[in-house]
């Protein structure tokens, strides 16, 4: 059952990963860089839960 529910977040993870990398490249993203030197929060956000869900589901995974 952990295998599982590993690879769902594994899946998961990537899904927010590539959300949060078109989001980041993206031109308000940018443009809100050059203004502000951070990101949008819904860039950073979707970086942050899909590292996080990726983590956990390696976890998940190896775990017995």
Do not use: C
């Not at 860089?33 to 956990?56: C, M, Q, R």
């Amino acid at each position: 059952m952990n295998k599982i529910i590993g690879l769902a977040l594994l899946v998961v993870g990537a899904v927010l990963l590539y959300f949060g990398y078109n989001a980041y490249n993206s031109a308000a993203s940018e443009v809100s860089e050059f203004v502000t030197g951070s990101p949008t929060d819904h860039a950073v956000w979707y970086l942050v839960g899909g590292a996080l869900a990726v983590i956990i589901g390696i976890g998940a995974m190896l775990k017995k």
